[in-house]
């Protein structure tokens, strides 16, 4: 029993030094017992087996490795495009409410025009009414302008020369001519 005693504590000794020399990685146990694999007879051919499963391992690590980053790089990728498709769609948005306000601006312009041609076309009317008037006798000049509204009166006046002006307030209600008076005299002012 002493000598088996011994072997034990000889064994236990032993297995302690490799794993403290293992863990000061001063000694690699199991390459060791690799290479004593390696050069058995018997053992040999599973050896070769055995690397060829590591490298094959190492492989399908690599490649798992290789998936990995692709996926990450992809994953990257869509939360790029994300971001740029949110600020495509929030300049979009932008855009339409400028839209907007431009169309509503040319429809301001546009009734702005249409009014202006209005005006333009009236003044050009009275104009012409004017002109023709103008070459008629003074009483069937003055009895047709009694016919029509006030403010055409004093439009169709202003567009007259002034002896025909004084001629014609002359044949008025001296209360009625002061007041188609200051209508002529703010239209010829620029006023309307």
Do not use: C, H
């Amino acid at each position: 029993m002493k000598w088996f005693t011994i072997i034990l504590i000889v064994i236990i000794a032993l297995g302690v030094g490799v794993y403290v020399l293992s863990v000061a990685n001063l000694i690699d146990p199991g390459a060791f017992i690799l290479a004593r694999l390696e050069k058995g007879r018997l053992t040999k051919e599973f050896m070769e087996t055995y690397k060829l499963g590591l490298q094959d391992q190492e492989l399908f690590q690599k490649k798992q490795n290789e998936v990995a980053a692709a996926l990450n790089a992809l994953e990257e990728k869509r939360l790029e495009l994300a971001q740029k498709e949110a600020a495509l769609l929030k300049k979009e948005t932008e855009l339409k409410d400028q839209e907007t306000r431009i169309s509503a601006s040319i429809n301001k312009l546009q009734s702005a025009e249409d009014k202006e041609v209005k005006v333009v076309n009236e003044k050009k009317a009275i104009k012409e009414e004017a002109i023709l008037l103008a070459e008629m006798e003074p009483g069937k000049l003055q009895a047709i302008l009694e016919t029509m509204p006030t403010e055409k009166q004093a439009k169709i006046l202003a567009e007259m020369d002034p002896d025909t002006i004084r001629s014609m307030l002359g044949n008025m209600d001296p209360q009625k001519a002061a007041s188609m008076l200051s209508q002529v005299t703010n239209i010829k002012m620029g006023g309307e």
